[in-house]
């Protein structure tokens, strides 16, 4: 027996792992180096931990029982600590002053869309014809304009989709991006454990099923990759975070990033109010005097349809995976190894049996590893809650067409339907029906609309608004 195969069964045998090894004798030797080098990063003893541990299920209904409204700066509400005046005041002095950094995370691939590409290069300009990666870049670009800075770029991918990610912006001049002031880097990976044996399975002979380590595995890759160290470097003491797939998101809000200095909070996220007591939304709510997400399929009907007196929903505060993080805070979570839990789901793995055929699972036959970022917030002294309409703010892309909501369709709708909010109310005649787009790069402040539009103007056929 070679000494790398004594070797791998070394640490394999005592976890009764050692089907992992079940080919080696007809692996070439590159691949073995290949399993062994992933064999290697494998805390089989910490897998099991989490495997035993289960999902935490009786824990997060016991925190869903005493979860109670969350409190929150609320659109339209005179009683809210800070006017939105100066809010955006206080938001744009700190983008002015170069304090402000932007992290996107980007790793998830198209596959619910029928994109078998990474999702931030899926075309969703409704004229344009623009992937949500331009249209995300020209909002940055913009606001360094804007505010005379240059606003670093901190970009995750994950494994499935770096090296397409980086090949894509590099065959487009990074949509003028300088290279300086833009950060990849990519998270990290948990392996998927059969959900009956716990063993881990192979994606191939060679290869063990890997899987991205969720939005939170951010936190540990950030740090990992030095672009922690880069945006201290760069005094950037606050970030503003999203996720591709919301092309209505805006970027560096001025107004959301004042509420969270004036807040002095180091964990601010934005939420909208759910219209549905089981909208299929992460619920953030107060439990024992901290904020906490509880997904929707964790919370108790009867919690959920709990209502105040008055009639609105008690749980009324949905995630939509936007935040403004502090530094500091991201500093000394980094530093600890659990600062977040590993949440634990049952999904369908593709994966070799014992006879190397490969198995298009039916139904779940495997756990998955995940990490989100919003289990940062019990920790945040404080965290805050920011009121946004979903109007203005949100169009998640999530699903093909064909389906209810959240398709390409429906979000191209919800921008033609704001963009044609802004040119109306700026004074031009917009014909119904007819597709408009607005590149930040031409108009970032609807504010300014009626300044950047020309006098009389009539839109009768679909129109693109460009730089």
């Not at 530094?327 to 977040?340: C, G, I, Y």
Request: charged share 25%; net charge negative.
């Amino acid at each position: 027996m070679d000494e790398l195969k004594t070797e791998l069964l070394g640490l394999l045998a005592p976890q009764g792992q050692e089907h992992l090894l079940g080919f080696w004798d007809a692996l070439t030797c590159p691949q073995q180096q290949s399993l062994a080098a992933e064999i290697r990063q494998i805390d089989f003893g910490f897998l099991q931990g989490l495997c035993r541990g289960g999902s935490g299920g009786e824990e997060i209904r016991a925190l869903a029982d005493r979860a109670v409204s969350p409190p929150a700066f609320r659109l339209g509400e005179e009683g809210n600590q800070f006017s939105p005046k100066a809010a955006r005041r206080k938001g744009a002095e700190a983008l002015q002053a170069g304090r402000i950094g932007v992290i996107l995370v980007a790793g998830g691939q198209g596959t619910r869309l029928g994109f078998d590409h990474p999702k931030g290069m899926f075309p969703i300009g409704p004229v344009s014809g623009k992937s949500l990666f331009q249209w995300h870049a020209e909002k940055i670009l913009a606001l360094r304009r804007l505010h005379g800075v240059r606003l670093p770029w901190y970009l995750m991918t994950s494994p499935a989709t770096h090296a397409e990610t980086v090949e894509f912006f590099a065959r487009h001049d990074r949509f003028g991006f300088p290279a300086e002031d833009l950060q990849m880097f990519c998270q990290g990976t948990m392996p998927a454990v059969d959900r009956t044996t716990g063993k881990v399975l192979l994606a191939e002979p060679h290869h063990v099923a890997l899987s991205p380590d969720g939005h939170g595995g951010m936190l540990a890759a950030f740090a990992r990759s030095g672009a922690l160290a880069d945006a201290r470097r760069r005094g950037i003491e606050h970030l503003f975070y999203f996720q591709v797939d919301n092309p209505l998101v805006k970027v560096c809000s001025a107004e959301f990033l004042g509420y969270h200095l004036l807040a002095g909070s180091e964990f601010s996220t934005q939420v909208v109010r759910k219209q549905e007591p089981l909208e299929r939304v992460g619920n953030v709510v107060q439990v024992d005097g901290c904020l906490r997400v509880i997904e929707y399929s964790d919370l108790p009907d009867e919690v959920a349809h709990h209502r105040k007196p008055d009639g609105p929903l008690d749980i009324w505060a949905g995630s939509i995976a936007v935040h403004a993080m502090e530094v500091a805070f991201l500093e000394r979570l980094a530093a600890s190894a659990d600062a977040l839990p590993f949440h634990l789901a049952s999904k369908k793995v593709p994966y070799v049996d014992s006879s190397g055929q490969r198995i298009e699972p039916q139904k779940p036959n495997a756990i998955k590893f995940e990490r989100f970022i919003f289990d940062l917030m019990p920790a945040a002294q404080p965290a805050v809650l920011v009121e946004v309409d979903p109007a203005e703010y949100f169009a998640p892309l999530k699903n093909a067409s064909g389906e209810k909501q959240d398709t390409p369709e429906t979000v191209k709708a919800q921008i033609v339907a704001l963009h044609t909010r802004w040119l109306r109310r700026a004074g031009a005649e917009v014909a119904d029906g007819v597709d408009v787009e607005i590149s930040p790069l031409w108009l970032l402040d609807p504010a300014e609309a009626a300044r950047t539009l020309a006098r009389g103007t009539r839109i009768t056929k679909p129109t693109y608004f460009g730089d």
